[in-house]
C-alpha cells in the first residue's frame, strides 16, 4: 500500500494533498517588479561566483536530512501503520481495497500468496499443486498443519464453501469477478436464493462420488430423462488435503491468481465481518477485545479494536508463525493526509500509505531515502467503439495510438506523476509469474530449472506501442484519409474531471497537429458517462481499471470483457457434442461432475479471452498512463515491500531494533585554485 495519488478509477487516480506543503502564492500587488527580481536574481548569481574564485579551496557542507521527520527505533515488533483509514471490513469476499484488503491478506492465508518482490506464487496453505489440460485443471495439495485460529483444520471443503459464498454475494463480493474462469461460477452466482446454500457436497463430491464415475445419483436421474443438468461448479474437494479447480478457459498463471484475498477462505463460524457489527459486540462485552466472532488462519488475529486502531496479534497456531516476526500491528486512523503526515514526522507511526497527495508535497518529499515511489497497476486508457466505422479499422487505431507521444504527456502535461503506458500489462507474464512446467509440481523449494520454463503461448511478445508520427499518417493514408481529409470528427466521451479534461484536450491538440483529425470532447458527470458508454454514444472513450493481480487472463478480462461469462452453444456445436457409447459411458477420466453430460461450451469451447499479444496487434483502444503510489517507510522497517499491487505482506515485515543512522557525509560544492 502506498501514498496513493491516483486513487480511485471513477475520478481519475487523482488526489488532493496537504494543504501545509503548497506553496503559498503571493498576490500580484506583494510581488516586486520583474526587472528587480531579475536584477536580484543576477546579483545573487555573481556574488556566489565571487567567492568561489576569491576564496579559493572547496565549500563543504553538510548533508541534509536524510530522511523525513523522526526516527525513534523501537524497542519491540509493533509495527504503527497509517494505511488510509481503519479496516472496516474483515471478510475476503467483501473487502474492496486498502485497508480492508491489506487487513485480509494479514487474517486470512489463501492457497498462495505473493511474493512481495518479484510477485510470483509462492506456497500458503498448499505446499504444492500442479496443471493438466494445458493449464485448464489445477490441483492444489494441502498442508496439514494448517489450523484455524479455533484449532480447526484448514481443508479443501473451506476453500470450495467460501468461494461458493464469494459467488453468491453478488455485488456485496466486489471481486467476485475473479472467480468467473471457474466452471459453473457464472450459474452458481445467478442462482435463485432459494437455492441450498451452504452444502459444499451438493458441488463438490466425496472422493467416492467421484471415482464412482464422476456424477451423483441426480444428475444421472437427469441424464436419463433428457434434462439437461447445470454444470458442476468446478472447484471439487478431491478430500479433505485435496482441492481441483476446471477452468473452463486455460490460465497458466492461475496460482498467481489465487493469491488475491477474494479466494481466501472464511471460517463457517465468523459471520460478523464488518467494524461496526464488531464494535458494537465489543460494546456489549466490555473492554477493547475484538471477540470470538471471526475466526482466522492466516499469520495474524484479530485482537482488540480501539477508538484510534485496530490492532492484530502474531497468530500462535500459525503453521509458519517461527518465521513471523512481528508481535503486534495496529492499523491507526488518520483523519487525512496532513494529518498521517504529522504523525510521520513525529514518529508516531512506522509507515504511511494511501494518503493522497498533491504535486509540490511529492516533490518536497522525493529527496528523503525513506520516501517511495512505484509504478502502480492501475490503467488509464481510451477505448475504441469498433462497432463503428472508421474505427472498425485497424490501420485507423493505429494511426491514433502511435501519434501520441505518451512520454511527453506523462511528463509535460502530468507533471511527471504517472508512469507511460506503452502496453496494456505494466507486467510480463513471464518475468511477473513463476511457470510451471505441463504436468510438473511446484514446492516450497521447487526445481529452478523448472521454475524457468516458458509456458506454451505464453513466449508470445509483441512491441509495445512506439510514438511515431510517419508511420500514423502513412497508415491513416492506406485507410483512405490522407492528411486527415474525410476523417469524420471524433466524439471523444471522459467523465467529468479536471485532469481528464486536461488530458483529453492534450490528445485531441495531437490528434490535430498531425492527422489533420478534429475531435469534439463530450465531458459528463458519472451517471451520464456509464449511460453514453453502455448506449456506445462514443467513438473513443476514456476508461480505466485498477489491476487485482498479475494473472494475465483476468486482467485482460477485466479490460475488454463484460462481466463474468456466460457461453451458449451454437447449434452446430450442439451437433458436435459426443454421445454416450453403447455403454453409456461417455465421459472422460478426470471430469469433475456434471462435465460428462454439460454443453461443449460450458467444457471447452468458452469464448477465448483476448491476451496482450492480440491487444497490442489490434488495438481496441490506446493504453494512456499507469499511475504511481507512494510511500514513506521508516529505515528501521525491514521487509515492507511496494510493489505494482500495492501489496505489502505483514508476515515478512520485521523491526530492526538496533537500527543506527548513518554518519553525515561531507558534499563538496566547488573547488577552485588560488590565484
Known amino acids: 500500500m502506498t501514498l496513493r495519488r491516483n486513487k480511485s478509477t471513477r475520478d481519475g487516480f487523482e488526489g488532493r494533498g496537504p494543504s501545509s506543503l503548497r506553496a503559498p502564492r503571493r498576490a500580484a500587488s506583494e510581488r516586486p517588479p520583474r526587472a528587480f527580481r531579475t536584477l536580484r536574481f543576477r546579483f545573487a548569481l555573481a556574488f556566489v561566483f565571487a567567492l568561489t574564485l576569491l576564496g579559493g ?17 523501537p524497542r519491540s515488533q509493533e509495527f504503527r501503520w497509517s494505511d488510509g483509514g481503519l479496516p472496516r471490513v474483515f471478510d475476503p469476499a467483501r473487502a474492496a481495497a486498502p485497508p480492508d484488503t491489506d487487513v485480509v491478506r494479514a487474517l486470512f492465508e489463501g492457497l498462495t500468496d505473493y511474493d512481495p518482490v518479484t510477485l510470483r506464487a509462492v506456497p500458503a496453505v498448499a505446499s504444492r499443486w500442479e496443471s493438466a489440460e494445458d493449464g485448464r485443471k489445477w490441483t492444489f495439495h494441502l498442508r496439514r498443519d494448517a489450523l484455524w485460529s479455533n484449532g480447526d483444520e484448514v481443508t479443501s471443503r473451506d476453500f470450495v464453501r467460501s468461494w461458493q459464498r464469494t459467488l453468491r454475494l453478488g455485488d456485496d463480493a466486489p471481486h467476485a469477478r475473479l472467480l468467473a474462469n471457474i466452471e459453473g461460477a457464472r450459474t452458481l452466482a445467478t442462482a435463485p436464493a432459494t437455492a441450498p446454500q451452504d452444502a459444499g457436497e451438493l458441488t463438490s463430491p466425496t472422493p467416492s462420488t467421484e471415482a464412482a464415475g464422476g456424477e451423483t445419483g441426480e444428475q444421472v436421474r437427469a441424464k436419463d430423462s433428457g434434462v439437461t443438468f447445470p454444470p458442476a461448479f468446478g472447484a471439487v474437494a478431491l478430500d479433505a488435503y485435496t482441492l481441483r479447480v476446471n477452468l473452463l478457459r486455460p490460465d497458466h498463471n492461475f496460482p498467481a491468481l489465487v493469491a488475491h484475498p477474494v479466494f481466501r477462505p472464511y471460517h463457517e463460524l465468523s459471520p460478523t465481518s464488518d467494524l461496526t457489527a464488531l464494535q458494537s459486540e465489543r460494546q456489549s462485552v466490555g473492554g477493547g477485545e475484538a471477540g470470538r466472532s471471526i475466526v482466522t488462519n492466516g499469520a495474524f488475529n484479530l485482537s482488540e479494536l480501539r477508538d484510534e486502531s485496530v490492532v492484530l496479534e502474531r497468530a500462535k497456531n500459525y503453521w509458519d508463525s517461527s518465521s513471523v516476526k512481528l508481535e503486534r500491528v495496529l492499523f491507526v486512523a488518520r483523519k487525512d493526509a496532513e ?3 504529522a504523525a510521520y514526522h513525529a514518529g508516531e507511526v512506522d509507515a504511511v500509505t494511501n494518503a493522497s497527495f498533491e504535486s509540490l508535497a511529492l516533490k518536497l518529499l522525493t529527496p528523503y531515502k525513506d520516501f517511495r515511489r512505484e509504478t502502480f497497476g492501475a490503467l488509464t486508457y481510451y477505448q475504441f467503439n469498433t462497432s463503428r466505422p472508421p ?10 495510438a502511435v501519434s501520441l507521444d505518451l512520454e511527453r504527456l506523462s511528463a509535460d502535461t502530468l507533471g511527471g506523476a504517472t508512469e507511460p503506458a506503452r502496453r496494456f500489462l505494466p507486467f510480463g507474464a513471464a518475468e511477473a509469474v513463476q511457470p510451471k512446467p505441463e504436468g510438473g509440481s511446484v514446492d516450497g523449494q521447487g526445481d529452478a530449472a523448472a521454475r524457468e520454463v516458458k509456458e506454451e503461448g505464453r513466449a508470445e511478445r509483441v512491441a509495445p506501442i512506439a510514438h511515431d508520427v510517419g508511420r500514423a499518417r502513412r497508415l491513416l493514408a492506406e485507410a483512405g484519409y490522407p492528411g486527415g481529409e474525410n476523417f469524420p470528427r471524433i466524439r471523444l466521451v471522459v467523465n467529468r474531471n479536471e485532469q481528464q ?3 483529453a484536450q492534450e490528445i485531441a491538440r ?16 458519472w451517471e451520464e458517462y456509464e449511460a453514453l458508454i453502455q448506449a456506445g454514444d462514443f467513438d473513443v472513450a476514456r476508461k480505466s481499471v ?8 483476468s486482467n485482460m478480462l477485466a479490460l475488454f470483457g463484460e462481466g463474468m461469462p456466460e457461453p451458449e452453444a451454437t447449434p452446430s456445436q450442439v451437433a458436435e457434442t459426443p454421445a454416450p457409447d453403447a455403454a453409456g459411458e461417455g465421459s472422460v477420466e478426470g471430469q469433475s461432475p456434471g462435465e460428462a453430460n454439460a454443453t461443449p461450451v460450458a467444457r471447452n469451447l468458452a ?20 499511475a504511481s503510489s507512494y510511500a514513506l517507510v521508516k529505515p528501521y522497517v525491514n521487509g515492507f515491500e511496494t510493489n505494482l499491487l500495492d501489496a505489502p505482506s505483514l508476515k515478512n515485515v520485521n523491526l530492526d ?3 543506527r543512522p548513518p554518519e553525515p557525509r561531507t558534499l563538496r560544492i566547488a573547488r577552485v585554485e588560488k590565484r
Not at 510 to 525: F, H, K, P
Not at 608 to 626: D, G, H, K, S, V
Open 391 to 400: 474505427f472498425d479499422d485497424s490501420r485507423v487505431r493505429e494511426a491514433l
Open 657 to 659: 531494533t538496533s537500527w
Open 339 to 341: 494529518d498521517a503526515l
Open 510 to 525: 495531437t490528434w490535430r497537429n498531425a492527422l489533420g483529425v478534429e475531435t469534439d470532447i463530450v465531458v459528463r458527470n
Open 501 to 503: 479534461r486536461i488530458i
Open 57 to 73: 579551496g572547496c565549500f563543504e557542507t553538510e548533508e541534509g536530512e536524510q530522511f523525513y521527520g523522526r526516527v525513534s527505533v
Open 607 to 626: 469464448p477465448p479471452n483476448m491476451t496482450e499479444a492480440q491487444a497490442l496487434r489490434e488495438l481496441p483502444a490506446i493504453p494512456i498512463y499507469f
Open 546 to 553: 485498477v489491476m487485482q493481480s498479475v494473472d494475465e487472463e
